[in-house]
């Protein structure tokens, strides 16, 4: 037992995956000299000079699951395991959406080397029983799709655009026939820059992540009208407004059980053309209050920012933590503190969690390098809309 690492707790005995409860008292405190970036996990590429925190860092980047907090522990429990069930090639898959009613797993690949010079119209669907993949054409064929939701039965899926032919767009998509309708796809004449993600309120309205992403990767043309920006469209009428605006660069949006708090990571940290990542740039997570009417996101505060690398996607289980797309695995926040609980990971190297999906007790991650299934939770994740 490394003087680094707590025990694990007594009901975690006989535990199949491999779990490590990081000390934080210990760690407080390092000998010697030691350094990392800001981007890589701190046990990813450890620039360390003492030879037992260096045995613990490599032992950590061996791991299914990190801890930090005995509640990491209680959430995910001892029987969950990680399975690479899907390897595939390392660019960033997105959109995860878990349908319940075909048993399948919606997602995406994004953005070059994929399809045309990244320009792609078919997406995955992944039979969550024999893990056996599908690649699909919607219909009318659905181009650049980034972000997805299920509710009341169908997907809802968002789009960074096409080209110089279509900006970014809101899609309703059935699961069955995989017919397609557009939604949405302008601020009254004023076209989207590309969306990067949604969120949907138990009231069946929409929170839209429109970002420079696909301007940044060159799938659209033309220059972003505006910076990017999260919009609210009230889903009885179709009204639509800016709800938050920022300089940096707006990307997941997910929203509390309660419907009372919407949270936005900032990944302003990404710069495009040329393509470049800085620590120094945007990268926290920040909680909104929501008005009655969801229109209004007052009280804007910041929550967290990753241990390492940024948050992407975002997904709120059904008792309210967070879990986060972070680069060498999916964080799960406490929603009260900001506090990282721990880490569910993919394994190292050049693998990448982007973002994940909810079953009951499981969940689904895609990013670079496939799709990873988490099982046996013990919490259970999905919600009840």
Not at 202 to 221: A, H, Q
Request: proline share 7%.
């Amino acid at each position: 037992m490394s003087s680094f690492l707590n025990p694990l707790p007594r009901f975690m005995n006989g535990t199949v995956a491999k779990w490590a409860y990081v000390s934080l008292s210990a760690v407080a405190t390092l000998p010697g000299n030691f350094n990392r970036s800001a981007l890589d996990a701190p046990w990813a590429d450890p620039d360390v000079s003492d030879g037992g925190l260096a045995r613990t860092l490599t032992f950590l980047n061996k791991t299914d699951f990190v801890a930090y907090d005995q509640k990491f522990f209680d959430i995910i429990g001892p029987d969950a395991t990680v399975e690479h069930v899907q390897k595939l090639a390392y660019q960033s898959h997105e959109a995860p959406c878990y349908i319940p009613d075909t048993n399948q797993v919606f997602f995406v690949e994004w953005g070059p080397p994929g399809g045309d010079d990244g320009i792609h119209s078919w997406q995955y669907l992944l039979d969550v029983e024999t893990n056996k993949l599908n690649q699909i054409t919607t219909d009318p064929p659905l181009h650049n799709a980034h972000g997805c939701v299920v509710y009341n039965h169908s997907l809802y899926v968002v789009t960074d655009g096409y080209g110089d032919e279509e900006s970014g767009k809101l899609v309703k998509l059935d699961p069955h026939t995989l017919k397609q309708e557009t939604l949405i796809n302008n601020y009254l004449v004023q076209p989207f820059a590309g969306f990067n993600d949604l969120e949907i309120d138990p009231r069946g309205n929409f929170y839209l992540t429109d970002s420079k992403s696909g301007w940044g990767r060159e799938i659209v043309d033309f220059t972003p009208p505006t910076n990017p920006t999260v919009y609210f469209v009230e889903r009885d009428t179709f009204r639509i407004k800016p709800v938050h605006i920022t300089d940096g660069n707006a990307n997941g949006v997910a929203i509390s059980p309660d419907g009372q708090t919407l949270y936005i990571p900032d990944t302003g940290i990404s710069h495009f053309r040329p393509s470049n990542k800085s620590p120094y740039r945007k990268r926290e997570m920040s909680a909104f209050d929501i008005s009655k009417s969801g229109a209004v996101l007052p009280n804007k505060r910041l929550l967290s920012e990753p241990i390492s690398y940024f948050y992407d996607g975002l997904r709120v289980s059904r008792n309210g933590w967070i879990f986060a797309g972070a680069g060498d695995g999916i964080d799960v926040i406490d929603p009260e503190n900001g506090f990282t609980l721990g880490t569910i990971r993919v394994g190292g190297g050049e693998n990448l969690a982007v973002s994940m999906t909810f079953g009951k007790n499981e969940l689904w991650i895609v990013g670079r390098g496939g799709v990873w299934h988490v099982k046996n939770i013990r919490e259970r994740l999905d919600r009840d809309w």
